[in-house]
């Protein structure tokens, strides 16, 4: 099915939205609160609707690429957008969200004959624009294979790592280490600058050693320069660290909680910022 559904048209889903009008799918999208990604994606030929309850109705597939369980719960769970999904369809569920919250969701669809595939992405904005996103899956290979063609317009690399939660399960346990390394990164380039190294020789030499990471490499720039113009919003990575914590239960590890209260700590100013942002007081 060529007929998409778009709800959540942020930093992600804008870009990805984008990319899946250049490949020929006919978008259909509303507005939430901002305006602007809608009428850029109606320019390129994207169909504007009322309301997520009349996009539902419009498609054969409907992703979504929302900020949390919160608004997964209200878009998705909401009875109008259920009933506007034809028998057959298929929720591409896109968000960063909890396990527990996608199961649920999964059940409500599953119940009325809509297929569901699980399917939260890494790669950040730079992925969704370039179309070269990693998409983390859970779900039934067949159903994944219905929807390969309208996934391998956006990323690069689709794998299927287990029934619908599991794709959720596996994109927390990305975060937390995410979470983690950009803190360390952070502490490192403190340290470098303490000790006099300037940060091209750490990367270039840890970069080829043991403490290498994708955040050293990647975000020390935009620490230096302190540049915080979110990327990825600093609030989005507590919720995920959150969402590791809860289900560690009584494994308590340390340092997705450390994590955690780091993120939590600096909410208030950073919450908007770029989540590099975690690390910007030990660099003043
Ligand atoms: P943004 O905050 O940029 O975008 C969220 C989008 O959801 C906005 O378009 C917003 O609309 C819309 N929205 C919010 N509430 C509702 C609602 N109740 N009904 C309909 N639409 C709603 O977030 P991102 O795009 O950065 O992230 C989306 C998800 O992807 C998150 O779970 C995040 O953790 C994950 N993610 C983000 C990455 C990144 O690098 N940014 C990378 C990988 C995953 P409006 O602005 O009008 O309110």
Redesign the pocket.
């Known amino acids: 099915d060529r007929t998409i559904g778009f ?8 870009p990805m939205a984008r990319n899946l009008l250049e490949k020929g799918f006919e978008l259909h999208i509303a ?4 305006r602007e ?1 809608v009428e850029e994606l109606k320019q390129a030929g994207a169909i504007e609707h009322e309301s ?1 309850a009349e996009v539902a109705q419009s498609c054969g597939v409907l992703i979504s ?4 369980d919160k ?1 997964m719960a ?2 998705l769970l909401d009875e109008k957008v259920l009933d506007g999904l034809g028998r057959e369809s298929v929720l591409i569920e ?4 909890s396990p527990d919250m996608m199961k649920r969701i999964a059940s409500a669809y599953e119940e009325r004959g809509i297929r569901v595939l699980d399917a ?6 730079a992925g ?1 624009e370039k179309g070269t996103l990693t998409v983390m899956a859970g779900g039934q290979e067949k159903v994944l294979d219905t929807v390969r063609p309208v996934l391998e317009s956006m990323a690069k690399n689709i794998f299927l790592v287990g029934p619908v939660g599991s794709g959720k399960a596996i994109k927390a346990i990305n975060q937390m280490l995410a979470a983690i390394h950009m803190a360390a990164a952070g502490e490192a380039l403190a340290l470098a600058r303490k000790l006099e190294v300037p940060v091209e020789i750490l990367k270039e030499v840890i970069g080829k050693s043991s403490g290498a990471s994708w955040m050293l490499m990647n975000k020390l720039d935009g620490l230096v320069k302190g540049n915080f113009t ?4 600093h609030h ?1 990575m507590t ?2 660290v959150q969402i590791a914590v809860d289900e560690s239960a009584e494994l308590e590890l340390p340092l997705a909680g450390l994590a955690l209260k780091l993120y939590r700590d600096t909410e208030s100013e950073a919450g908007e910022l770029d989540f590099s942002a975690v690390a910007a007081k030990l660099l003043t």
Do not use: C, Y
């Not at 690429?65 to 949390?68: C, G, N, T, V, Y």
């Open positions: 709800l959540g048209l942020g930093a992600m889903g804008l507005a939430h609160r901002n990604p997520p690429i929302l900020p949390a608004e209200e878009v896109m968000t960063s969200g939260p992405v890494s790669g950040g904005t969704a979110p990327g990825f919003k989005l919720k995920d």
